[in-house]
């Protein structure tokens, strides 16, 4: 069967060694990659989903809010993710964020951000490290708990900003213990699910790469009933 063809989008300055990680993910759940990025050709009728990938802080401008002097921004980058993510979510295209990717996700559907976070929740354990130190709890009945568990994950953490208000549609999936939350999803088709670790640096624990899975079946369903739609435009009977 077909690999689908999945964007990734990558910041300038590290996606050279992202997007490998990332890709093998990938190519482990039954897909294939290709780098999207600030100045790169990014055209979504080339592709069958999408991966908003991890980086810098996403500006506030974005949701009305007060860039800090602080605060490391790549316009570029945000312009070129925040059209991404309208596009894919209007042409129900699955769209998997990571990190800065999910945050991405809840601004696109008119949702806000706490720019710093563990200024909002400083009963958070602060950790930034790639290493599975966080633990974080999956919401019952939700579309990752289907995909990956109801059991607590342990799981990395490198952000500053995470999800405040919720954007149109969407409902929390995941929360750490002091109530941040880890995880947001859409809560009807087409997939869109966001979280706020990086799954590709755990490709080794099964449950992380099951969210890659996910994101490469829903690909794969809508590849399949797009190629179906052109067959029928083009059938001359």
């Not at 300055?13 to 190519?27: H, K, T």
């Not at 755990?202 to 099951?210: G, M, S, T």
């Amino acid at each position: 069967m077909t690999r689908p063809c999945i964007a990734v989008t990558t910041s300038t300055r590290s996606g050279w060694r992202i997007f490998p990680l990332v890709n093998l993910n990938l190519w482990l759940a039954g897909g294939r990659g290709v780098r999207w990025g600030a100045g790169r050709p990014a055209d979504l009728d080339r592709v069958d989903g999408l991966i908003i990938g991890g980086g810098d802080d996403i500006s506030p401008e974005l949701y009305d809010g007060d860039v800090r002097l602080s605060a490391r921004i790549d316009a570029a980058r945000d312009a070129l993710e925040r059209r991404l993510a309208d596009e894919a979510l209007g042409q129900n295209i699955p769209v998997l964020g990571i990190c800065r990717g999910a945050q991405m996700l809840n601004v696109a559907l008119g949702g806000t951000l706490h720019q710093d976070a563990w200024d909002i929740y400083p009963d958070a354990d602060f950790v930034k490290t790639i290493l599975p130190r966080r633990a974080v709890r999956v919401v019952p009945d939700s579309h990752l708990a289907r995909h990956a568990g109801t059991a607590p994950m342990q799981v990395n953490a490198l952000h500053t900003q995470a999800v405040d208000r919720l954007g149109r549609g969407l409902r929390v999936c995941a929360r750490d213990t002091a109530g941040m939350v880890q995880g947001v999803e859409r809560m009807q088709d087409p997939f869109a699910l966001g979280v706020q670790w990086h799954p590709e640096h755990l490709f080794y624990a099964r449950r992380q790469r099951r969210i890659f899975r996910a994101l490469v079946l829903a690909a794969r369903a809508y590849a399949r009933g797009r190629d179906q739609v052109h067959a029928a435009r083009t059938d001359p009977a």
